[in-house]
Structure formats: C-alpha cells, structure tokens
C-alpha cells in the first residue's frame, strides 16, 4: 500500500500544532510513503507581502516583515526543540538569507520570475522544522527539495507539468524510506524554481501519487471531508461521504476552496483514491472521492467572496460578436486570471472574476483602453449544482442579483457582498 500524505498550512500552523501532526502519525496503523506540506499557517500571504514591499522599494517595510517571518519561525523552532534546536535554527536562518538574496538578485525581474523565486521558501522552511521534528520523534524521514522532484515549464505562477521527466526523478526515491516535500513547488529543468498556483500543495500531492503509482492520497484538513458548501459559512452544511472525481472537478471549479481543482484528473487518471480527513478528529468519517459516486446528486453550494464584475460593450454600438469574445477573453488569459461566470448578450459580455488587484488592474486597464467598459465591485457569487428552484428561491431571499446565468447543472447568480448574510443556511 503506498499512501501520500499531504499536509496544509492550517495543520502545522504553529508548535503545537506540528506536535500534533507528529503524534498523529504516530497513531496512525500505516505509515504513508510521501508526506507533502504546505507552508506554516499564512506564511505564503506573508510572502506575498514581502515581494510587494520588496518590489515598491520599501527597504524598511521589506525589513521589517522579512524580520517577522524569521521571528515566527525561530519561534517554532525554539518552542520545539528548546536548546536542542541549533542546528533546525541554523538551516532557517540560512534559508532566510537566501531568501534576501533572491530579492536582491531578482528585484528587476518581471513580476511572475520574481515571485516564484522567492514565495517557495514558505514550503522551504516548512518542511525542514517538520522534517526535522518528526526525526526527532522517532518517524524517521527524508527531506526533499520539490524544486528537483517536480519538473515544470517555466509558466511562472501556473506552471505545467514534466510529467515524463517529473516520473523520472520521483522514481529515483523508490525504495527509500519515509519522504517528506514540499507542495506546491516545482522546478524547471535548468533549475529555475516554479510555483504551481496558489492553494497547489493537493495537486502536488496527486502529481507525486500518480508518478509514483500509488494506492491513496489522503489530504489532511480542518475539516472531516467534503461537504455540500463551505462548513465556515453554512450552518448546515452536509457531508459528501462517496463522490465521483467528476463531481469534485465540477465542485472545485466552482470554487470550493476545499481541494485545488487540479488534484483530481491525475488521480483520475490511474484510479487513485483521494480521501479527505480530519487532522482535528482522526475517528471522524472522511469523504472519498473515487469513480464511486454515491453523494454525486447532492445539491451544493459554493460561494466566491470579492468578486469583480467587468462589463464589456464595443464603443460603437455593434455587436460584442464571438470575434470580440475571442479578443476580451484572450486578454484575460493573457492576464493569469480564470472568469468565475462569463454571460454574454448581442452587445455586452460579462465577466465575474476574482478581485486580484495584481491581474485584474492590468486586464481593467488593456479593456478600458478598447471597450466601454463597467465595473462593479464588493461582490459575491452564489453557485449552486444540481439546483432547484425551490432551493435558490430560499437562498436568495428576495436578495436582487446582478446577473444570473443557469443551466441544468448549475445556477449562479451574483449579489452585492453587503446584502449576504455571514452565515447561510440550505433550506431542507
Ligand atoms: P489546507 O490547510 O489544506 O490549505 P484549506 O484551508 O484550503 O486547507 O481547506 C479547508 C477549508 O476549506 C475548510 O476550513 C473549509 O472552511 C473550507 N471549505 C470550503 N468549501 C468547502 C467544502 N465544500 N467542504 C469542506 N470544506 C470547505
Ligand atoms: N502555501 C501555498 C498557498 O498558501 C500552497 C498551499 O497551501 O497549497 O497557496
Ligand atoms: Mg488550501
């Protein structure tokens, strides 16, 4: 049985924290093959943070928030291993020098470049105190730079997967013992490091999983699995207990936050189970997602909170035919973004997107510069699957929406953020 795990930031977020990840471990029956991390707590917002400071020239704010990032981590450090934690200090502190450096070394570089050189060491630093700590307990493993691992074109921020080279190195760790990475890095084959998107450590864990063959991937979470809306936001939402890696794809790219919607097609691929599970509550039922889909017909609902709404119309009172389609979405490609609903009528096509300041004002500003163009902001998009009408009728409590876009699977509307409520509720 060669199980992956993967381990998000939220599970190892602190000390204690991580000393709960390792006595978990430790109970468990079967020790997994792989074990995939993300970065401690917020640490990749942080460094986002940082690249903006470093990137506007502010040396005393970079200062100063590169400063955090090494308190908070010698901190953990020093909460586990007390004074026996020199030589895990050492290697932080050598990661964070290095980490200055890339600033330093790519400052002019474009943005995309810049970032992933810099934003992987929140995975970095991650793994080498977990690494360390679960050596120090007795699970006894080795740690491995992704960056060589998995080999990636340099599509900085969204980059695509060797799959062929990528096999090739992960099966050079066959036959060694416990393995513990980093998710969501890459490299590409000249050693450029490479990020795979945001919220990518899941897709990382099923990248290794289908390479490797393995049995399961298992993503450990705050959560006890799946459910039919975001638990955080639904008083009553339900547990998906069996669904189809159809129906996860479908969930995930609606937007539930829950698993990056890339996980899936390779897991699919070789039939790899993925199960969802409660680092909180080991006893808890988890969700498996699998060709079996037993919770498939499920109403879900998932909301996408800051979303944008661009109106785009010719300025010349002709059609917004599929020609200019083709042009206003190729922009938005071209910006990194993903529109969350695209509604279109003879002289107007609507997008919804996240407001993601770094692309959307670029993509604003290239639109505005050809098309009239309308902009609301403080949204929030509500999709609901397998929808009935008695269902939205509910949710939307006579809310007005500024658009609704439907079709037998899916009905999405969107409302004004301060018309919603901070908890929803399914009607029964
Ligand atoms: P990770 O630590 O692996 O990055 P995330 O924070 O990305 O984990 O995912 C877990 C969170 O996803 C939960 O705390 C939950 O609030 C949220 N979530 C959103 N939609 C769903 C859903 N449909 N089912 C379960 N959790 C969901
Ligand atoms: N640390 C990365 C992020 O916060 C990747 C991940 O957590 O999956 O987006
Ligand atoms: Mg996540």
């Known amino acids: 049985m060669t199980t992956i795990f993967k381990f998000g930031g939220a599970s190892i977020k602190d000390a204690e924290a991580i000393r709960h990840l390792g006595e978990l471990l430790n109970r468990l029956e079967t020790r997994p093959r792989t074990i995939v991390i993300s970065a401690m707590g917020k640490t990749t917002n942080a460094l986002e943070a940082l690249l903006a400071a470093a990137r506007h020239g502010d040396e005393s704010d970079y200062r100063h928030q590169l400063e955090a990032l090494r308190r908070d981590h010698l901190a953990t450090v020093e909460s586990l291993f007390g004074a026996s ?25 474009d943005r995309p470049h810049h970032y992933d050189q810099t934003i992987c060491y929140g995975e970095l630093l991650s793994t080498t105190i977990v690494s360390a700590w679960l050596n120090e307990i007795g699970v006894d493993n080795d740690w491995y730079d992704a960056r060589q691992l998995i080999v990636t074109d340099a599509n900085h921020q ?16 066959e036959g060694e013992p416990l393995v513990v990475t980093q998710g969501f890095i890459g490299g590409t084959a000249d050693g450029d490091s490479t990020t795979l998107g945001r919220e990518g450590s899941d897709f990382s864990a099923a990248i290794i999983a289908h390479c490797l063959g393995a049995s399961e991937v298992v993503i450990w979470k705050d959560v006890p699995g799946l459910f039919n809306a975001d638990p955080r936001r639904f008083d009553n939402a339900r547990q998906l207990m069996q669904i189809s890696y159809h129906e996860a794809i479908e969930l995930a790219w609606l937007g539930a936050k829950v698993i990056h919607p890339k996980t899936l097609a390779p897991l699919r691929e070789r039939q790899i189970p993925l199960k969802v599970r409660s680092f909180k509550a080991l006893d808890a039922p988890h969700s498996v997602i699998s060709a079996r889909g037993d919770d498939d017909a499920m109403p879900a609902c998932i909301l996408a909170e800051e979303q944008v709404l661009l109106e785009i119309q010719p300025r010349d009172f002709s059609f917004m035919d599929e020609a200019r389609q083709l042009d206003a979405l190729g922009r938005l490609v071209d910006a990194g973004l993903h529109a969350n609903l695209i509604d279109s009528s003879a002289m107007r096509l609507s997008l919804c997107l996240d407001a993601h300041p770094e692309r959307l004002e670029p993509l604003v500003e290239s639109l505005d510069a050809d098309y009239a163009l309308t902009r609301h902001d403080d949204l929030t998009l509500l999709s609901v699957r397998h929808p009935t009408q008695a269902l939205l009728d509910s949710l939307s409590k006579g809310r007005a929406h500024l658009v609704e876009r439907r079709n037998r699977e899916v009905a999405q509307r969107l409302f004004h953020s301060n018309d919603c409520p901070e908890t929803w509720h399914i009607p029964d």
């Open 158 to 173: 969204a980059a695509n997967v060797d799959w062929a080279k990528t096999s090739q190195r992960l099966k050079t760790l």
């Open 85 to 109: 934690g020199g030589s895990v200090a050492e290697r932080v502190e050598t990661l964070l020098e290095e980490l200055d450096e890339c600033h330093r070394q790519h400052r002019g570089d």
